[in-house]
């Protein structure tokens, strides 16, 4: 007779030991052996225990719901990948690129559609059931409302409920494909294919389709020309159903397809490639990411790429909330930016007078070495995602690169800001420069440095970008550099210009900004020994001064013939500064900040100027919120320090670079708390998130590093501010960097304790609150003792305390 005897210590071990008969008949033995079995067992559980690390689901700290009360067209996102072609998502609201796509508090879906880009979309789809719509309902009036308590949105991921149809919708993508299941209950099932009409920002024209066979079709459509993107662009798709189709109409009068499902269709599966080149790549781009039908994998698959890439950045500490609203922004900082190559590498190239197909670099396996992307312009960036992508994701910014010098080879030019293959002239200046530079500067050298610094040269010279203003696509006033160069500084109004010569002219910004991104370039020719040119953009990188009035210590705009703007009121918007006015735009010069404050009378005086800023912009949360709360309050158009744009999202950390890095602990905290927290549909960014800029701001503030120049200096260095979080673990591509990790510890940190009194380097004290890239991308841990300080604006300086 046996019996199974069982020590159980705790969940993870057990010992087990088979009772005989001979316990019956030896009942002390039974006792010994047991309290013998019982001592191993606390043993066993005295050894160290290997730490098991449970395993995080990023995915589900995302809140892709965040401000999409105000969204415009490429801010939502759901069922897409990391810069993903094919952004699929329900459309609410389809007039013009602002206040459309997915906007929450509309209640009605007007199709499912799979690009949400920059000055792009295309093929819109929507199930129906026919027994409950009219024949003339298929114009334009077979919307249905559903209801946000049946919806579950995640990134890679969205399911709905069709009020109108009863029908249950789920949505997924690889790269280029969308992935659609719908569940029918009706016995009319169908699909419609919009081929014509307004959708976001582009009147979709020329729209064709054909049957293939019973499950296949495949056609094209076009983007018509926009002010912002002067050419059409078309689109090409190839849809497979898992389904027959039993009829196929077209009605030409509306624009719309009908695809008829078997009566009595319940679960149905639709696949919609895409490609900006061939119905041919389109098919390949099908066979080649989505060759199965099993639709729980591409979920899977999705949700693993995106935790890949959000799980490089840890956080540890801080609420549950403030975790999630982190993932959120980092989420939004890998979004709206996407590819438009095939997956064999063929791209569109717009840049000439005829359109061409091309091909990019391929591996042997005909596979590109780099992907092509269509994107919002990098205006801002320096400060956004040329520091974090560059830390945290370098393979995505040598992608970057090598996309824009592409468009360098086939069109003469860097873009700012490309679409459909073509330059659009977004914004001003050459701001691909810092970007590029940043890269070269940090180690991302898998380009050509050489032919890096003769395109962005150019764009630097008569002939280059810098001679547009914003959307100038047919002249070269608008952006006044000749009287740049000639004059040192740029005219406000431009001579010669007008609405046909481009937007954004502005004299005082666009003199900054040029200075700025000579600068950046001076460095670049620095690194590459020129030093001629050096020479020269450094000098041209001091014109900022020539628009600093020294009697109303503000910068301030100049006519053609040298004479200072009247009346001048700092604080009016547009008056010579582009989405700013002249307080916030007075601190545009981030590659000298100790020369502006000498104008403006020393650092004392230059923080105390600053400071009062703050100050009144706090009363204002920081920014100038939506064209809603400026009606309510016009006063916030007047704000002094504006977090709901890029022209002065630096300012925080310039008391860094005049001394007082307290200040910036204080201030930059203060940001955080009332600008980029909390979870909500009518509230995020306050303003306008621009294709991931804002929300890599609120990561960089939240993990306390920032770079004033994007990084463009020999060795670039990072000001270290405090962070939001207890801990913040840092994981570094292996292929760029050779440390593994780097880790941010803040010891007391609190709401309250934003102040650093002791840094330590991997166990060295730091003098100065800056670290160098090359320290940071080798691995190890920053130890940031925080303690509360003087909990105020004032200028006291609590590191001396």
Known sequence: MFHRFIIKSNARSRIDIEEMNIFGRCPKLKIQIALVFSILSLLVNCQPQEKVTEKIDYVQMVYPLLDTENSRWFFFSSACRPFGMVNLSPDTEVDGAWGSGYRYHVDT?????????????????????????????????????????????????????????????????????????????????????????????????????????????????????????????????????????????????????????????????????????????????????????????????????????????????????????????????????????????????????DFRIKRLPVSNEGLPLFNHYNSDSFWGAQWTITTLWQLVYPEIAEEFVNSLLQYYRDGGLVPRGPSGGNYTYVMTGASSTPFMVGAYQKGIRGFDAEEAYEALKKNHMPGGIMMRAGYEHLTEIGGGLDHYIEQGFVPYPTPGGGQRNGLHQKGGSLTLEYAYQDWCLAQFAKALGKKEDEAYFMKRSENYRNVFDTETNWIRPKDKNGKWRKPYDPYELNAGFIEANGAQGTWFVPHDLPGLATLMGGNEAAVAKLDRQFEEASKLGFTSGTSHAQELHPGYSRIPINYGNQPSIQTAFVFHH???????????????????????????????????????????????????????????????????FDRIEIELNPDYYEGQKFVIEAENNSKENRYIKVATLNGQELRELNLYHAQLVSGGKLNLKMYEGEASGTLQNTLTE
């Open 658 to 724: 005049l001394g007082r890095p307290d200040l910036t602990q204080y201030w930059s905290r203060e940001v955080v708390e009332n600008v980029y927290q909390g979870l909500s549909t009518g509230r995020g960014y306050n303003g306008d998130e621009d294709q991931g800029l804002m929300g890599a701001l609120a990561v960089l503030m939240k993990i306390g590093l920032f770079q004033m120049t994007g990084g463009n200096e020999a060795d670039a260095v990072y000001q270290v501010s405090c962070p939001s």
């Open 109 to 353: 879906v007007k199709g499912f559609s799979h690009i949400h880009a920059w000055q792009l979309s295309g093929l819109s789809v929507m199930p129906l059931a026919l027994d409950r719509l009219f024949e003339e309902d298929i114009s334009d009036r077979y919307s249905s409302s559903f209801d946000h308590g049946r919806e579950n949105v995640s990134p890679g991921y969205h399911q709905l409920y069709l009020d109108r149809y009863d029908i249950d919708v789920e949505l997924t993508s690889t790269k280029r494909v969308g992935f659609h299941k719908y569940n029918f209950k009706t016995p009319k099932p169908a699909i419609l294919v919009n081929l014509n009409g307004q959708l976001g920002p582009s009147k979709i024209i020329d729209g064709s389709i054909r049957q293939v066979d019973a499950r296949v079709f495949e056609g094209e459509l076009t983007n018509a020309p926009t002010f912002r993107r002067p050419k059409p662009t078309s689109v090409f798709f190839r849809i497979e159903l898992d389904t027959d189709i039993e009829d196929f109409t077209v009605s030409q009068n509306f624009g719309k397809c009908i695809l008829k499902l078997p009566s009595g269709s319940r679960d149905v599966k639709m696949k919609v490639a895409i490609s900006y080149t061939s119905i041919e790549n389109a098919t390949f781009n099908l066979n080649h990411e989505l060759p199965h039908w099993d639709f729980e994998r591409v979920v899977r698959e999705s949700k693993d790429e995106w935790n890949s890439y959000l799980g490089r950045i840890k956080v540890g500490g801080g609420t549950y909330e403030q975790q999630r609203r982190f993932y959120t922004d980092l989420w939004h900082a890998l979004q709206g930016r996407r590819v438009i190559n095939d997956a064999n590498g063929y791209y569109p190239d717009n840049t000439g007078e």
